[in-house]
């Protein structure tokens, strides 16, 4: 692998992100997710209300998760898009302003309906389908259908309204907590590909600033199926940011092995590495020192 001219640069900026001093979080936590939900319209829905409803739900219960939800009016105003009329399409082509206004945010396409069969069993559907701003894909989406519910043979469409309003709280919410649980899963996201992709949280210790720059740009540059890294923090010798792949992490391991030898780090003796669903930890060592007694490999062979 070979390294690219944008080491020098990368380490730079890398000096500009640590010498903010931003602290290194102790715990994990969605709010720095942010995240823009957009209602699309339905073709003959029949209780509009309704849908506005179930997005207020919606935005509510990922608030109550910990993600930043930001205010689509305020967000729309500023990147000069029609929140009331926009397509998907609109809000794609506007996903540059987006990053440049606000970084890299998740947008939430929702869409809210009432079925009333000429049964009057009454239900609900809402589907939602997350893209990220990043790589400009769709990263998750599911979909959920309400408990049916039976209207009153006189009831208009104010009145199917009025008794859909606690059935479509309840639909959103629940399809809100399945989208947070899919976007916290370390890897239950897909590229546009289809490829799953692979979250880890890196945490680097003891790497001084060369290594460090080297090693990052190789993750960057040289892994296959790199497709983002946010959230840099520094706190003394330890670096953590998070990784996004199409890699599994048994592929990861064994590029992480040749990189360090890249560096002039034997893996074996030289750090410690740590692999697991979702973290990776390498710990650089000093040289030749003993990690413990040899035992006895005559009989622990």
């Known amino acids: 692998m070979k390294h690219s001219n944008h080491i020098r640069r990368y380490a730079i900026w890398l000096s500009l992100v640590f010498t903010t001093g931003i602290p290194l979080a102790t715990s994990a936590s969605h709010a720095t997710t ?50 009331s009329t926009a397509s998907r399409n609109d809000v794609m082509a506007r996903l540059p302003s987006i990053r440049s206004n606000y970084g890299d945010v998740l947008i939430i396409f929702l869409q809210s309906w009432l079925h009333l069969p000429a049964s009057r069993n ?15 894909s769709q990263i998750v989406s599911s979909s959920i259908d309400g408990e049916g519910f039976l209207l009153p043979r006189d009831c208009d469409l104010d009145c199917s309204q009025i008794l859909g309003t ?17 976007l916290n899963s370390p890897s239950g996201s897909m590229a546009h590909n289809g490829n799953p992709i692979n979250k880890v949280e890196f945490d680097l210790v003891n790497f001084n ?20 890294i946010v959230n840099m923090q520094q706190a003394g010798p330890r670096t953590r940011f998070s990784y996004f ?13 040749i990189s360090l030898r890249e560096l ?38």
């Open 34 to 83: 942010q995240i823009i939900v957009y209602q699309e319209p339905v073709s003959n829905n029949k209780a509009p209300r309704l849908a506005d409803v179930a997005a207020d739900a919606f935005k509510s219960r990922l608030n109550r998760m910990n993600f930043m939800v930001l205010d689509t009016a305020t967000v729309s105003r500023k990147v000069g898009i029609n929140a």
């Open 122 to 136: 009454a239900y609900l559907q809402s589907n939602a389908t997350v893209v990220s701003s990043a790589t400009e």
């Open 166 to 182: 606690r059935a479509s709280r309840q639909i959103a919410e629940t399809l809100a907590m399945r989208i947070g649980k899919l």
């Open 245 to 257: 792949s199409e890699a599994p992490n048994k592929k990861l391991q064994k590029w992480i092995s």
């Open 209 to 228: 600033d060369d290594k460090q720059a080297r090693f990052i740009d190789l993750l960057i540059n040289e892994f296959p199926g790199f497709l983002k």
């Open 264 to 301: 002039g780090i034997n893996p074996e003796t030289g750090a410690d590495i740590m692999v697991k669903p979702g973290a990776i930890q390498i710990v650089l060592t000093t040289t030749n020192k003993s990690r413990g007694s040899i035992g006895n490999p005559l009989k622990y062979n």
